[in-house]
């Protein structure tokens, strides 16, 4: 498989990442990288990708806490290259900040990095996820452009069929080898809503193959 067909048998098969730790300071709930990988390790080496991390900026500045201690604070802009068993990759740039009295400022500022970069190229979504046109000003979405819960199954439009085709095509896809392999149809016009969804989230961070 390449990089294309491997991300996305990875995005149906990870499961929702639930906010399950609590920041001691400042009391909010968040995923941890340790959640992130325990979901997501088995679902990379089943689907053969690996990833490969590159730092291309480093910023440290030493701050001064309330009580008078240091603390050091990194931030880390960083690459991550995403490869298939063809050799075929992607990548993303996302950037992490971390902060630690001793010598850990680094190593939490890649742990952010990549954390950010896996919910982004995989979209995990959380267990608490909500409708997004619940928190839409009402009037400003038009009828018809939101997927609902209550449609997400029922089959694309035809424009729908013909907007995820042309992208598919941009990014030098077969399309319906694509979509045999992954949904065992062969044309855009019988993908569900939710599959039409699954597609489009997955090729927007995706560049063309290499």
């Not at 065992?184 to 489009?200: E, G, H, V």
């Amino acid at each position: 498989m390449n990089i294309f067909e491997s991300i996305t048998k990875i995005m149906e098969e990870v499961p929702a990442i639930g906010k399950e730790k609590v920041n001691k300071q400042q009391g909010f709930k968040f995923r941890g990288i340790d959640d992130v990988m325990n979901a997501l390790q088995p679902l990379l080496a089943k689907n053969k990708v690996f990833i490969v991390p590159e730092i291309l900026e480093q910023k440290r500045e030493e701050r001064t806490t309330s009580k008078g201690g240091n603390l050091i604070y990194s931030i880390c802009k960083i690459k991550y290259k995403f490869y298939a068993e063809d050799g075929t990759n992607i990548e993303a740039i996302t950037i992490g900040e971390g902060m630690d009295s001793g010598d850990k400022a680094t190593n939490k500022a890649m742990a952010i990095a990549m954390k950010y970069a896996l919910f982004q190229v995989f979209c995990i979504p959380t267990e608490e996820m909500k409708d997004p046109d619940g928190e839409t000003p009402e009037g400003s979405v038009k009828k018809g452009e939101n997927i609902s819960e209550e449609n997400i199954d029922e089959l694309v439009t035809e424009q729908q069929a013909k907007t995820v085709y042309a992208i598919m095509r941009q990014k030098g896809l077969d399309v319906e080898k694509q979509l045999s392999i992954n949904y065992n149809i062969t044309n855009t016009k019988d993908l569900t809503k939710r599959q039409y969804a699954s597609i489009l989230n997955a090729i927007k961070v995706m560049p063309n193959v290499k």
